[in-house]
T-cell receptor, first 115, second 112 residues
Framework: DTGVSQDPRHKITKRGQNVTFRCDPI?????LYWYRQTLGQGPEFLTY????????KSRLLSDRFSAERPKGSFSTLEIQRTEQGDSAMYLC?????????????FGSGTQLSVL | DQQVKQNSPSLSVQEGRISILNCDYT??????FLWYKKYPAEGPTFLIS?????DKNEDGRFTVFLNKSAKHLSLHIVPSQPGDSAVYFC???????????FGEGTQLTVNP
């Protein structure tokens, strides 16, 4: 059981730079989610994929954010022209199912610090 | 607007006693509720869930109670163990939705 893997664990960048995070879900899971968590808050939904299709995006996902899941396997989340307000923990989760009620398996997250 | 609220940022209990964590919600479209537990440097892990057609769900030491009229749910842990010390998140899902809306979390500390 390899679980959900996220890379890198930590990322420090300067304001204005682009960053990309990777998530490898549990292999048989068809759904993949991205959440963002800031200090003292719970995770906030960003977007999710069912297989390779991106089915829903939060209004939190500005046009500087883009997510992909080619071939329905791993996913990448890119943030362009980073801002200090982007500093957060970015969590990936995966699940097996279509009903939206299945439990999510989360990775350990990527901690982004924008200086 | 915070649709799921956990008003207690922290809770401290003695080992062996009951821990009660509370959660309130405002969105009437929520009909499925979950609790997640999070240790430092790890992602949240699923603990227990409840559908709105039930008012109670039990799994070992963990029981979740749902009061739909009050839009309130609670997680009971009995007996509490030091290994239960973690941040607990309440989450909710709408009937036709796939996204979870999380509360702010409650840090539970179980003292030996």
């Amino acid at each position: 059981d390899t679980g959900v893997s996220q890379d890198p664990r930590h990322k420090i960048t300067k304001r204005g730079q682009n960053v990309t995070f990777r998530c490898d879900p549990i292999s048989e899971h068809n759904r993949l989610y991205w959440y963002r968590q800031t200090l003292g808050q719970g995770p906030e939904f960003l977007t999710y994929f069912q297989n390779e299709a991106q089915l829903e995006k939060s209004r939190l996902l500005s046009d500087r954010f883009s997510a992909e899941r080619p071939k329905g396997s791993f996913s990448t989340l890119e943030i362009q022209r980073t801002e200090q307000g982007d500093s957060a923990m970015y969590l990936c989760a995966s699940s097996l199912g279509t009903a939206g009620r299945e439990k999510l398996f989360f990775g350990s997250g990527t901690q982004l610090s924008v200086l | 607007d915070q649709q799921v609220k956990q008003n207690s940022p922290s809770l401290s209990v003695q080992e062996g006693r009951i821990s009660i964590l509370n959660c309130d919600y405002t969105n009437s479209m929520f009909d499925y509720f979950l609790w997640y537990k999070k240790y430092p440097a790890e992602g949240p892990t699923f603990l227990i869930s409840i559908s709105s057609i039930k008012d109670k769900n039990e799994d070992g030491r963990f029981t979740v109670f749902l009061n739909k009229s009050a839009k309130h749910l609670s997680l009971h842990i009995v007996p509490s163990q030091p290994g239960d010390s973690a941040v607990y998140f309440c989450a909710a899902c709408e009937t036709s939705g796939s996204r979870l809306t999380f509360g702010e979390g409650t840090q539970l500390t179980v003292n030996p």
